[in-house]
């Protein structure tokens, strides 16, 4: 197993008592909870704060990197979640657009929040006018993705939009690259 917290991998550090990791397709937020023992205090050292990010590799797993969200003591062990989605994903927005591509808006929301965009079967629809009214990102794009036929996921500081139906039919052949590219 491989333990990363803000790149340097910390595995042979602590000693990893329980670790939990939900992956989901669409409508939630990958969602990663470990516990481990920490008799060297190397935690209080490190420094965590919530938005730093984690990530563990264990075969063909790999959470990508993640935001902490919380860091506890529970029955004298530490306890870290995590969300694959920025801590400032449930801050509600308000905008409005003129003549605005789908991917358009796609892409200015996830640049909102830093991460990267990539479609897959997506046909880009032009609106005359769109608000968003006091609703999160997410909830406001999730709700366009509905209307378009579309879901999207959040992986490894990529949002990925995806027309599911186009994806199923098209075989086995496509594939959805999660990994996350250095762009220059």
């Not at 919380?70 to 400032?88: F, T």
């Not at 880009?124 to 909830?139: A, G, L």
Request: glycine share 6%; aromatic share 12%.
């Amino acid at each position: 197993m491989q333990l990363f917290f803000e790149g340097t991998d910390i595995y042979q550090n602590v000693s990893v008592n329980t670790c939990i990791y939900d992956s989901y397709g669409e409508q939630r937020s990958d969602t990663l909870r470990i516990v481990f023992n920490d008799g060297n205090a190397l935690w209080d050292s490190w420094k965590p704060l919530k938005g730093n990010t984690i990530s563990i590799i264990l075969g063909a797993c790999d959470t990508g990197e993640m935001y902490i969200t919380s860091v506890s003591p529970e029955n004298g062990k530490m306890c870290i979640r995590a969300s694959s989605v920025p801590q400032d994903y449930n801050d509600k927005g308000n905008k409005s657009w003129q003549n605005v591509h789908f991917k358009q808006l796609c892409e200015e929301i996830a640049g909102r929040h830093f991460l990267f965009s990539e479609f897959y079967g997506v046909e880009d629809q032009v609106y005359e006018y769109v608000n968003q009214q006091n609703k999160e990102d997410f909830v406001f794009l999730s709700e366009r993705c509905i209307l378009e036929g579309c879901s999207f996921l959040v992986y490894n500081k990529k949002m990925i939009v995806y027309n599911e139906r186009n994806i199923e039919s098209s075989g086995s052949n496509v594939t959805l690259n999660t990994k996350a590219e250095l762009i220059t």
